[in-house]
């Protein structure tokens, strides 16, 4: 039993790992098998991340580690925090992999879509149970690599820029990343997750080389955070086809950059030195100002995909000021957010999808009469709009809560006006759209209307953003259940991280 | 709420379906109606011929009795653990009172709403398939809004009466638009963007207020907050928050744009349920009686004596009677924001004062709303004999001018209070206001009267019968508040007859001055009578435009720090390409530089070493 218990978190990533050279191999016509190898590897990953969680739940450790050099080691490991990510992942990549294969139907180069979309997401799910900091490396650089082809999937010139600015973003952030691990390695000698009372211990005297170390750590990361001004690459990485766009925004590559800032903050340094060597404090500001400054510039955003992306900006950095309030209840927030901000993000990008797909919508302007034409689409959107905003019962309005109760808890009340703020720029550009959605006129014709579907549109395109919708009002609504993300997060911040 | 005390908590099973099904039977039905408003939209099947089928009529009524039945009922509170952070529902205490109140407002509007809507919309002429769509989404959001009032006033807890706020709110702006037409819009807009700045300020409130009470509950929120040094930017927060859906002077503006334009029951409950929801925040959460907030307090009774005299001014001089109407609320709220101004000013009042204000609170909420409702009876022939619609419509104008029934109770009451309490010139104000108070029911009444000749002539078919029903059962419960509603015993219903004189007179001078004005302005000339279309309108939401300026100034002034902003970050972006690209080139350049290391290697190492050595030597 032992032995299967360290090789479950390598199961769980060679489910993909496998299934992508068996899709690179598939040629472009053979649909069938294609649709299954890819739903069959979802699945099987799917129930093989809820065993584990059911596992941690019960108190076993998944742990497979062997050495790579001297002093380094790899490390692959499930604990509380990884299974919250990897469950995300897993459970949000299926709905992708469906709606992506609705999505691309009938354009060419799927197997080499579908083929990189499983190595992105093995990556992932690497980042997810990486047990050190050696570890998480390996497969973030992969995970870059692996998401470029999908970016520029289109290969359209527009495509093809954006994607050099991401690689342009994304690589030199790893080299930060890089030398901020070798460095700490350099200081501190060899650490896993989860050793910060051993960092405590050392740190007299070395808090220069530290905060370097944090800062170099957090520049790296913050890029795929798209943290303000690290942010550029990701608005221009909208021009990826929508199932991209939900994998960047929701799934894996911005979440792997705020994954990264929750493990740096509460693994390597753990609370209460970031806390008093005052790099949480620097953190905080650093994402309140990403947070009111990309709701602002959403705000002025006439493309949808490009307003919910700077809609990302804002929201991604709610996890990093959770991370930052040196509090549990602001633990809670930001390791709940994680969560809620995937299933709330990924619902719209599978509307805006929606909307482009079926109807060749991609302007705000362009929305009115949705409602009527989509609705089962429009209320999905609108159920995530109310969300993001902070409304209850949908999961936005319990990050809420908790970061501004934690920040309250913690003396931090400057933070209390920023969450206000944001809440009302969420409302000012998100509600236009749901007025254009159910109250805008519509005398011409659609820009681009393809009859697919038996309903409004495709049952692939359309049951994902339903189901994400369902999940991100039913886990706020039913926040008090067990295993409800709260209850996982509350778990986590008070059993692991508490100092 | 510790362990045990929620173990203690065991409502009987009865009382939680009643109360569960308070708030999940309108939702229920909300949905039922989204879905036949979709149903609609794919298959066009239902028609008006639904809505007016007897079954559906009794479905549509009956989404406020679960509420009726739970307030009657009563009970402990019911405990939800599994509902978003910890859900307690209640009816105990003046959360009986208001649920009552809710459900009975709500009850006749909806019967009035029914017959109504069908119509309206039937009468539009519109294309046969709009007709039925817009009735079902009217009818699933009207459900929603009043399910989220009912949640507001029994959770106990934060996230739920939020949660109940927020339903109601945003499920009211839709009834604000309903009508499409470009008022309608414009009203939609200025309670939608106040709506939401109040929705900020409640959220921030209540996050810093729970955040150091450590609390999800409303009552420890207030006990907690009002022991810390941080009472008054919470209170502060909060009451400016709910003052916004109270329509407290300044920031009132949306709500004579809003209320006058959405079908007539839907302004009913607008001004008469879901404007007390802001004064319902207010006793919720504001630490009255705790603590007393002098500075807060000072400015709740200025701004609300502004309310109440401005409101009643400018009011008077509109011309729509829905508008008219809806600036009497303003006044009205601005009475009620006075009276809590003197609660926050003196602790020790508020024992007494608030049973007085949860009356008043009450009266005007069903008086208004049979007002509202009232309209849609002069726009109709009516079905009934014109005297009895005619003191149908003067009785609760009567009422709120506080000269007959709950209104007498209510002047009495706050009056004496006052006098308990040593305020005796802003008793002599408020006594002032409603002379404001009757002349804007004169003017409703008359401008309706003006009004019906000219509606008759276009609109033939009478009145529906619902509608009429609806309108007098509204009339009647706000008639006989004070006895049906078992809210006589802190207060004298009556009030004793050698008073009476000191609470009627306001209404008469209110009297006299209207007729001597409008005396006055008839007799100054026929010239004007002549021009009186080009007699200035002033504009309902009078403060509004000065705000959209503003807003826009404020806007384009930020428009140059956010390009220097925006500046900073493209050159950062543009230093990071640049260092990019230096490095592309730099690797050309170390191709150059290949050849000369292969051939000088040996003596570059050799150099090398020797100044290694040469240091170490230096150095040792």
Known sequence: MAVMHSWMPVLVLFTSLLAAPVIFLLSEEQHRVRTAVNLGAAVIKLVLVCVMIAGIYLGISYEMRFPVVKGVDFILRADALGVLFAGLSSLLWLLTTIYAIGYLEGSPNRSRFFG????????????????????????????????????????????????????????????????????LHAVAGELSFGDWRYLEGIAAGKEPWLTAVFFLLIAGLGVKAAMVPLHGWLPSAMVAPAPVSALLHAVAVVKAGAFGIVRVVYDVYGMSLSFSMGLLDVLAVMSCITIVYGSARALSQTEIKRRLAFSTVSQVSYIMLGVSIFHPLGAVAGLAHLVHQGLMKITLFFCAGNYAETLGIHFVGELGGTGRRMPITSIAFTAAAFGMIGVPPAVGFISKWYLGTGAAGAAMYWVIPVLAASSVLNAAYFLPLVYRIWFGARDEEWPHEQDIGRLETSAALLWPPVATAVFSVGAGLLAGLPFSPVFWATRIAYEVYLP | MTDAAIAAINAPIVFRVLILSAVCWPLVLAAASAGLHFYRLVYGAPSVLLWNRPWFGALWMSAPIPALAAAFAGGDPVVMDWLLMGGIWTTEGMRGILLVFMAVLWTAAGVHAHGYMAQKEAGKGRAGNAAPRRLFRFAALWQASMAGCFLLVVAADIPGFYLGYALMTFSAWMLVIHDGTDAARRGGFAYIVMAVIGEGMILAGFLWGAGIAETILLAEMRDGMSGSGFVLPVSALLWAGFGIKAGIAGLHVWLPMAHPVAPAPASAVLSGAMIKAGMIGWMYTLPIGLAALPALGGVAVSVGLAGAFGAAVYGSMQRNPKVVLAYSSVSQMGMITALFGIGLLDAGLWPALSPVLLLFAVHHGLNKGALFLGTAVTDRPASIPAGVKWIGLLLPAASLAGVFGSGLTVKWAVKSVLYDGGYLLFSFLLTLAAIGTSLLMIRALVLQHRDQRAAHNKITEPAAARVVA????????????????????????????????????????????????????????????????????????????????????????????????????????????????????????????EPFFRVWAGVLMVLAAGMLLFVLAAFS
Not at chain 1, 156 to 172: C, I, P
Not at chain 2, 556 to 579: C, M, V
């Open chain 2, 470 to 593: 609806g309108w007098l059962a509204c009339v009647i419960a706000a008639l006989f508040l004070p006895w049906w509603m078992g809210m006589t015993e802190p207060i004298a219903a009556i009030p004793p007859i050698k008073e009476l004189p000191g609470i009627v007179w306001p209404a008469a001078a209110g009297a006299a001055i209207f007729l001597a004005v409008s005396r006055g302005i008839r007799s100054a000339g026929v010239l004007r009578n002549a021009a009186r279309e080009e007699v200035p309108r002033l504009p309902e939401g009078d403060l509004w435009a000065l705000y959209a300026g503003v807003a826009g100034r404020i806007a384009r002034a930020a428009e140059k720090p956010a390009a220097y902003f925006e500046h900073g970050l493209d050159r950062i972006n543009r230093f990071g390409q640049r260092a990019s690209a230096f490095a592309a080139k730099l690797l050309p350049m170390l191709n150059r530089w």
């Open chain 1, 116 to 183: 990189f979309f499983s190595l992105c997401v093995t990556s992932t799910l690497g980042i997810a149970y990486a047990g050190n900091l050696f570890t998480f490396i390996l497969f973030y650089e992969l995970l870059t690599l692996s998401t470029y082809p999908l970016v520029v999937h289109r290969g359209t010139q527009k495509a093809l820029a954006a994607g050099r600015r991401y690689l342009q973003y994304t690589l030199s952030g790893g080299v930060l990343l890089v030398a901020g691990a070798v460095m």
